[in-house]
C-alpha cells in the first residue's frame, strides 16, 4: 500500500484503516473511481532484506493469515463494508505463483512455511527463469534472486490446485465479499490451472499476463474473465511519451486485441502500475498526461489509475514508483487532482467503473 519515500522500502506503509478513508469519501466525491485494488493482504516474510520489506505483499509466508503491518481481520471487512455503503467495490491482489523466502535459494528451510507449504516437494526444483520464450520455464523456474527468491510451488498437483480453490472461496467469503480478484503471475502457472480457481473465487478476476504480444496475453482470457492490457500499455506509452508519438502504433495495437481477445471490454486499461516507470518519469508535459488518462479512462476496457498518478509522480523503476502518498503537501494534492482527473468526474467513466490501485 505504499512504501518510505523518503528511506528505504520498509513496512511504512497504509494500513486497511488508512484505505478506508476513503475517511472523507462520500458516493459523490468518489467521482468515477468505482473499485479499489489492494495489495495482497497475506502474511509476509517479516524480515528486512536487500530490497526492503515486503511492504508490497508479494513475498507470502502464510496465506491462511492477514498480514498485520495492514490490519486486523475487523479492519479490513470494515474497509470492505465501507466502501460498499459507497457504492464502491473492493479488489484485492492474490499470489498463487510463488512465496517468498530470505537467503540462499540453496539453503531454504522449507519447514519455516506454514502448512501446506511447508515440505520441498510443494515446490519445483529451484532454478531461475533464463529464457522467457520457453513457457516450461517461466512456469516451472523461480523468480526473484539470490537475496530474495520466490519459491515456485507445483500449482500443477491436483492438491496444491484444491487447496488455491478453497482457499480463494474462503478469502471472498470471509472479509464481507471481496468483489473481485487481481492476480499475480498469472503466466508463471500453467493455463489450466486458472479456470477452476476463477470458478472458486466467484467473482470477477483481473489476471496479470506481462506481455507484450496480443497472440500470446489473449489466449489466456479462455481462463480468465479478464486480463491487465499489456500488449495496449506498451503502445499505449509510446503513443504518449512525446508530441510526435506513434499514434498509428497504437490503432495497429488496438486492431490486434479486438482481432485477439475473447471480449477486449474485461481487459484492464492502463498506463501506470507498481512494475513500470510512472508515465511522468518519461515526460514532464502536463498535457500528455491529461492525454494519457483520457485515453486509459474513455478507451474501450476497464480504466486503472494507480495511486500519485493523480499526483504526476514520476519514480522510475521498483520501488521509486511505489511512492507512499502521505509526503505529499497538502495543497499539491487537490491541484493535481483537479488538473489531472476533475474532467472525468462525471463521464461515462463512472457508469463503466473504474479501478484505482491502492498499493
Not at 488496438?254 to 481477445?261: F, G, H, L, P, V
Not at 508515465?279 to 500519485?308: C, R
Not at 483537479?338 to 467503473?353: Q, V
Request: charged share 15%.
Amino acid at each position: 500500500m505504499g512504501f518510505d519515500a523518503v528511506c528505504s522500502p520498509s513496512l511504512r506503509a497504509g494500513s486497511f484503516p488508512s484505505a478506508s478513508p476513503i475517511s472523507g469519501l462520500t458516493a459523490a466525491n468518489a467521482s468515477w473511481d468505482s473499485q479499489i485494488w489492494i495489495s495482497p493482504v497475506v502474511s509476509q516474510i517479516s524480515q528486512s532484506t536487500h530490497w526492503g520489506q515486503a511492504y508490497h505483499g508479494y513475498w507470502a509466508h502464510d496465506i491462511f493469515a492477514l498480514n498485520e503491518h495492514f490490519g486486523t481481520s475487523d479492519d479490513l471487512r470494515a474497509l470492505s463494508a465501507a466502501l460498499h455503503q459507497r457504492g464502491m467495490y473492493l479488489m484485492v491482489d492474490v499470489v498463487t505463483n510463488h512465496l517468498g523466502y530470505l537467503g540462499a535459494p540453496e539453503t531454504i528451510d522449507y519447514s519455516q512455511f506454514a502448512w501446506p507449504f511447508d515440505s520441498a516437494g510443494s515446490f519445483h526444483p529451484y532454478c531461475l527463469i533464463g529464457n522467457f520464450d520457453n513457457q516450461t520455464e517461466v512456469e516451472q523456474c523461480w523468480l526473484g534472486d539470490g537475496n530474495v527468491p520466490l519459491p515456485d510451488i507445483k500449482t500443477e498437483l491436483p492438491t496444491t490446485q484444491s487447496i488455491f480453490q478453497n482457499w480463494i472461496s474462503d478469502l471472498v467469503a470471509n472479509y464481507s465479499s471481496f468483489d473481485g480478484l487481481r492476480i499475480d503471475t498469472v503466466k508463471h502457472v500453467q493455463k489450466e490451472f486458472w479456470r477452476k480457481f476463477n470458478d472458486a473465487a466467484g467473482v470477477f478476476c483481473l489476471g496479470e499476463v506481462y506481455h507484450g504480444s496480443p497472440d500470446y496475453t489473449c489466449d489466456y482470457q479462455s481462463h480468465l474473465d479478464g486480463l491487465l492490457n499489456f500488449p495496449m500499455y506498451h503502445a499505449l506509452l509510446r503513443a504518449f511519451e512525446s508530441p510526435g508519438g506513434n499514434m498509428g502504433e497504437l490503432v495497429h495495437m488496438m486492431k490486434e486485441i479486438e482481432s485477439n481477445c475473447g471480449d477486449p471490454s474485461l481487459l484492464g486499461t492502463f498506463s501506470e502500475n507498481h512494475d513500470l516507470p510512472r508515465f511522468a518519469h518519461y515526460t514532464s508535459d502536463m498535457a500528455l498526461a491529461k492525454n494519457v488518462i483520457a485515453f486509459t479512462i474513455l478507451a474501450d476496457g476497464i480504466p486503472i489509475i494507480y495511486q500519485g498518478q493523480e499526483h504526476h509522480f514520476d519514480g522510475s523503476s521498483d520501488p521509486a514508483n511505489r511512492e507512499a502518498l502521505w509526503p505529499t503537501s497538502p495543497a499539491q494534492p487537490d491541484a493535481q487532482r483537479s488538473a489531472l482527473l476533475s474532467p472525468f468526474g462525471t463521464s461515462d467513466a463512472k457508469g463503466r467503473g473504474a479501478i484505482r490501485i491502492v498499493e
